[in-house]
């Protein structure tokens, strides 16, 4: 018997698999079951726009050509809608898969990631999956990014620091003081990566738009993607900003047509598609104020959110509910793995998919 986790690479002892929302169409086949509801995965539950609906439907006709690797007409296009040199996007399968070219570029065994305790599961997997060493700085007593815990982690070895705003699963944010404040502060040779998977959803004033600061901080990538706000996470496409110089050493280790020509086509129709992003974020802050309110109601603890989700703290075993609601048809996220004890996770939906999910969680507490 051959123990093939002794041959793999160091850091991957360490890793556990990243966990999904289980899909609709799996849960049914498993329990036999009709109509269900999935708010597990931070989906827009409006869907795709039309435009981009169409676009892709019109790539399709073309798929038996490689897609354009160097993506010239989205980048071109997202340069005029961000107000940033092309040459600094970078196009991801997803925006994952630019935060994995940023720790195959700059992490190596012997150097050192910081990001915070409850932060996005994919800083780990991609940091240990090159060797290099994750170094978790404690939370806030809100459960969101301490910047004076992170900085207190530099050191010689820090290679990359990743930032989410907001953090995925916690909700919670940074403003445009704290983190500006915190830039300042990073040596030049630390990458620092802002996550900003959620930025077409924050309304709140204060909140940052890190593109703004390229010009200031060439250490500096900000990631964003068409898988949350745009509707599009089927397709996997995202991106990066950056200085033009760190661009171009993630564009050499990039695979060569990492993304697909339909997603880079119903990406760019999607830009254009102010009035469905427009609907999508009011149904979103609808949403949330609903889920808060009937998690309210039902005496629940909840971390306040600025995503498309809420994490509940239940005051029970998380795994015992989250059974019970996938046995009523409601698909959420348990959370517990991120360290946020009996935390499950909803995302926003519909307002009738919001309130299924709200009813059936007190029915199942209640039980
Ligand atoms: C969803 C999410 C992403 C990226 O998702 P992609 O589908 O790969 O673009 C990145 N960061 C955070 C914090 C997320 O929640």
């Not at 570029?105 to 060493?133: D, M, N, R």
């Not at 820090?158 to 916690?170: G, M, W």
């Not at 089927?234 to 050493?249: H, T």
């Not at 020509?261 to 999508?280: F, G, I, N, Q």
Request: hydrophobic fraction near 45%; proline fraction near 5%; aromatic fraction near 8%.
């Amino acid at each position: 018997m051959t123990d093939f986790l002794a041959i793999a690479a160091p850091g991957i002892a360490g890793l556990n698999p990243y966990v999904p929302g289980k899909p609709i169409s799996e849960l049914e086949r498993e329990l036999g079951i009709s109509g269900a509801v999935k708010l597990a995965s931070n989906e827009n539950p409006l869907g795709a726009g039309a435009n981009a609906i169409a676009a892709a439907r019109m790539a399709v006709d073309e798929m038996q050509y490689y897609p354009d690797g160097g993506g010239f007409s989205l980048k071109q296009a997202l340069s005029a809608h961000l107000g940033v040199d092309a040459d600094g996007i970078t196009l991801g399968n997803g925006s994952n898969d630019v935060l994995d070219l940023v720790a195959r570029t700059f992490l190596s065994p012997g150097y050192e990631a910081i990001f915070s305790q409850h932060a996005f599961a994919v800083y780990p997997i991609s940091t240990q999956a090159v060797g290099a060493t994750s170094r978790v700085a404690a939370a806030d007593s809100g459960y969101g990014h301490d910047l004076d815990a992170m900085a207190a982690l530099i050191n010689q070895r820090t290679r990359v620091i990743f930032i989410a705003n907001p953090n995925n699963p916690t909700g919670t944010w940074l403003n445009k003081a704290q983190l500006e404040g915190f830039l300042a502060k990073v040596p030049e040779n630390v990458i620092v990566v802002v996550d900003e998977a959620y930025f077409e959803y924050v309304g709140q004033e204060t909140y940052p738009d890190a593109t703004a600061w390229l010009g200031s901080y060439e250490n500096l990538i900000v990631t964003r993607t068409f898988s949350k706000a745009y509707g599009l996470a089927g397709l996997r496409i995202g991106y990066g900003v950056s200085s033009p110089k760190i661009a171009e050493l993630l564009n050499r280790v990039r695979q060569p047509f990492n993304v697909n020509a339909v997603a880079m086509a119903a990406a760019e129709a999607a830009l254009t598609d102010c009035d469905h992003l427009a609907r999508s974020v009011e149904v979103n802050n609808a949403g949330l104020a609903q889920l808060a309110s009937g998690l309210g109601g039902l005496d629940l603890r909840f971390i306040p959110s600025v995503g498309n989700f809420i994490t509940v703290l239940l005051p029970q075993p998380v795994a015992a509910v989250d059974r019970a609601l996938l046995h009523k048809g409601c698909i959420c996220r348990p959370v517990d793995n991120y360290g946020l004890e009996n935390g499950l996770r909803i995302s926003v939906g519909l307002a009738e998919q919001n309130q299924r999910v709200v009813d059936t969680l007190g029915e199942v507490l209640k039980a």
